[in-house]
């Protein structure tokens, strides 16, 4: 049997990497709002018309998103969209690009207030996202536009 690039990858040693985020689909922003704040001690750190971005007590960032269009519950119309991974290493940034790559050949990355965004997709087709640096050395100050889609 041949190695393969991806195989060679997950030998290596790991990357030092967590996940930090969700980006939940909402029906009602307000009432997530009051919902996430109440239950889980949530505060929020960026509001606009129809998402906001919530930190947990320990750092996890929740963005909700209102999605008008999405007023059944049907799955996959509201709740979780995607996780993002952040790391704070930008040597562990370069191997993770390289990793990505070896299952997709069209990752790309670009920067949004000075956090640069890896994207690609994972074996069923659904986004990847991950951030360099952490929100622990780059607080968040806005939602990058592409989290909407």
Known sequence: MTSTKADRHAQESP???DVVASVVRVSD????????CDVFSCRVA???ADM?????PQGFEIYLR???EFNSRAAGALGVHLLMWATDSQSDMQRITDR???YD???????????????????????????????RRLPRTAIAERLRG
């Open 105 to 135: 050949s069209a990752v790309y990355s670009y920067t949004v207030e000075g956090m640069t965004i890896l994207e690609g997709i994972d074996p069923d087709r659904f986004r990847v996202i991950v951030a360099y640096p952490t929100h």
């Open 29 to 36: 922003l307000d009432r997530s709002l009051k919902f996430y």
């Open 100 to 102: 990505l790559s070896a």
């Open 52 to 56: 906001a971005l919530l930190l947990t």
């Open 15 to 17: 990357v030092s990497l």
């Open 46 to 48: 960026v509001r606009e």
């Open 66 to 68: 209102q999605n008008d």
